[in-house]
Each structure stands twice: as C-alpha cells, then as structure tokens.
T-cell receptor, first 116, second 111 residues
Framework: GAGVSQSPSNKVTEKGKDVELRCDPI?????LYWYRQSLGQGLEFLIY????????KSGLPSDRFSAERTGGSVSTLTIQRTQQEDSAVYLC??????????????FGNGTRLTVT | DAKTTQPNSMESNEEEPVHLPCNHS???????IHWYRQLPSQGPEYVIH???SNVNNRMASLAIAEDRKSSTLILHRATLRDAAVYYC????????????FGKGTKLTVNP
C-alpha cells in the first residue's frame, strides 16, 4: 500500500517568506510526528499528534513554527518568516499508535527546505 | 526522556557480521528498545524492537543484556546496502509516546 507521502520534496524560499509543508500519513494511522534533520545531524523532534489528544508541541523551536492535523489525517507544518537556520530536511512519520511499541513509525522521504 | 549512547561511526566488510552497540543505562522496566536505520537521502526505516528477550527478524537480530542496560543490533552478513545511520531509541508503552532520536551510528560497509 501507499506509504507516508510528503510534499513538496524540495522547497527553496527566500528569507522572510512563509512556507507550508504537507504530510499525508498512512491511512488509519492515528499518530503523526514531525521531525527536522539538519545536514549531518540526527533527527530533532518537533511535534506529535495522537488521535484527538492535544498535540505535543514541546519540540517546536520557536513560535514561527506551527502544525495542524485536519480530520485526523493530513498534516501541515507551517514556518513563518523563514530564516536561514530553518534550512533542513523536514520528516514526517505515522504509526498505528503513539508510542511506537508494536507499531513502528513509517517515515516519508522528507521535504528538503532551503532558505536563501 | 531516557537516553541512549552509540558510537558515532563503525566500519565493516561486506559479507561479515556487524555488531552495533547501544548503551541505555537509565532504561526503565517499561521501556522498549527500538532500532531504526536511515539510508542516504531517505527517511528512517524500522529495523527491530524488543523488551527483554532477544529478537530476530528478516533484517537483523537484537541482543539485549540481562540487566537491559545495553543492547546490540546484529547484522549477520553485511551488504553494501546496509550502509546507513543506525539509531537506537527507547519508548515507553503508555508513556510520553514521542520517540526521541539521537545522532546514531554511521555504518560504512567496505566491499
């Protein structure tokens, strides 16, 4: 079946512009994660959605970052007034349940964001 | 969040076994040990997970120390396609849910 889909795969934007990154999780998966990966670094947790619970936003680096998940399915990560340090690969993952226990995370291939 | 410690990098030769270590000395009784790997230019993919007993699947084996303070991911016969960054992470069933990734171990496989 279809995996996690992210769009666009690449995005180049000018400093100060807003960007929206989209994630289509696997159908039926209740948990959805956003991570960020800077060049040569590990994955940095950003935000986590689980069912109808309030999202865990503890990883968002600033108030310029926000995310929504509409209808428990598609999620959009929005970065306002982009800065050069926002340049990274943004990865989305989904799973049947939240903790990953007996329900592995399935990752998309990410959106590579470049802020010029 | 519980933390894990892994070597930054390891090298192996093709068709030889690889043992990737992970230390998690602060692991709690309800923490599961997960391994993911990330091939170049791709998102991470699940490899294996376990709680107390050793686990085997088609990709790898997971050996968990008796005190659970460390574990080892075993690739029985490395191939060039196994070159990737391997992440060892902990999660708690019914706990805070989010999975926190470290920097992992970059595995190089020599032909």
């Amino acid at each position: 079946g279809a995996g996690v889909s992210q769009s666009p795969s690449n995005k180049v934007t000018e400093k100060g512009k807003d960007v929206e990154l989209r994630c289509d999780p696997i159908s039926g998966h209740t948990a959805l994660y956003w991570y960020r990966q800077s060049l040569g670094q590990g994955l940095e947790f950003l935000i986590y959605f689980q069912g109808n619970s309030a999202p865990d936003k503890s990883g968002l680096p600033s108030d310029r970052f926000s995310a929504e998940r509409t209808g428990g399915s598609v999620s959009t990560l929005t970065i306002q007034r982009t800065q050069q340090e926002d340049s990274a690969v943004y990865l989305c993952a989904s799973s049947w349940t939240g903790s990953g226990v007996n329900s592995p995370l399935h990752f998309g291939n990410g959106t590579r964001l470049t802020v010029t | 969040d519980a933390k894990t410690t892994q070597p930054n990098s390891m090298e192996s030769n093709e068709e030889e076994p690889v043992h990737l270590p992970c230390n998690h000395s602060t692991i709690s009784g309800t923490d599961y040990i997960h391994w993911y790997r990330q091939l170049p230019s791709q998102g991470p993919e699940y490899v294996i997970h376990g709680l107390t007993s050793n686990v085997n699947n088609r990709m790898a084996s997971l050996a968990i120390a008796e005190d659970r303070k460390s574990s080892t991911l075993i690739l029985h016969r490395a191939t060039l396609r196994d070159a990737a960054v391997y992440y060892c992470i902990l999660s708690t069933q019914g706990g805070s849910e989010k999975l926190v990734f470290g920097k992992g171990t970059k595995l190089t496989v020599n032909p």
